[in-house]
């Protein structure tokens, strides 16, 4: 019997947090696993949307601003007619300054929250790129422009 309530009082206790309590605990966790890994997965829903900081651009930190220029360098001068291996070496290019921006980063607080907003888009939109059908890698490199262009319009070193 002793036993019993041994494991009854842990199992009582784990089970008696609320789903709102489960939901924030989920939240820092995914937001932990996210800091400095690019490999984890972007939140599912996001509570904000990339917004400037009271009418001003978000400062963030200069390493940060090389490594998106140059996938916005890469991307621009890419022709989208290419073939699947360019394609494939572009991922590569992109990807590499991807992994070097989350190295290096050292933004914080809000800023940080809003450059992932900005930044997490990208992994999937990257994928897209090793795709064997070549409508979906033009449309893929599109939309990274697209985003790519949002960084100078919310950030600024």
């Given at each position: 019997?002793?036993?019993?309530?041994a494991?009854?009082?842990?199992?009582?206790?784990?089970?008696?947090?609320?789903?709102?309590?489960?939901?924030?605990?989920?939240?820092?966790?995914?937001?932990?696993?996210?800091?400095?890994?690019?490999?984890?997965?972007?939140?599912?829903?996001?509570?904000?949307?990339?917004?400037?900081?009271?009418?001003?651009?978000?400062?963030?930190?200069?390493?940060?601003?090389?490594?998106?220029?140059?996938?916005?360098?890469?991307?621009?001068?890419?022709?989208?007619?290419?073939?699947a291996?360019?394609?494939?070496?572009?991922?590569?290019?992109?990807?590499?300054?991807?992994?070097?921006?989350?190295?290096?980063?050292?933004?914080?607080?809000?800023?940080?929250?809003?450059?992932?907003?900005?930044?997490?888009?990208?992994?999937?939109?990257?994928?897209?790129?090793?795709?064997?059908e070549?409508?979906?890698?033009?449309?893929?490199?599109?939309?990274?422009?697209?985003?790519?262009?949002?960084?100078?319009?919310?950030f600024?070193?």
């Open positions: 019997m002793k036993y019993l309530f494991f009854l009082i842990p199992l009582t206790l784990i089970s008696s947090c609320s789903p709102e309590e489960k939901k924030k605990n989920d939240n820092q966790d995914q937001k932990s696993d996210i800091q400095g890994d690019p490999e984890k997965k972007e939140p599912e829903s996001k509570a904000e949307t990339l917004r400037l900081d009271d009418g001003k651009k978000w400062k963030v930190n200069p390493e940060t601003t090389v490594g998106v220029e140059k996938m916005i360098g890469r991307t621009e001068s890419f022709q989208l007619n290419s073939s291996e360019k394609y494939q070496s572009l991922f590569d290019s992109l990807d590499a300054d991807f992994r070097y921006i989350f190295k290096k980063c050292t933004t914080e607080g809000v800023a940080h929250d809003q450059l992932h907003i900005m930044l997490f888009p990208l992994r999937g939109m990257f994928n897209k790129l090793k795709s064997p070549e409508h979906i890698r033009q449309e893929a490199l599109e939309n990274i422009r697209e985003q790519l262009s949002l960084y100078a319009i919310y600024t070193n």
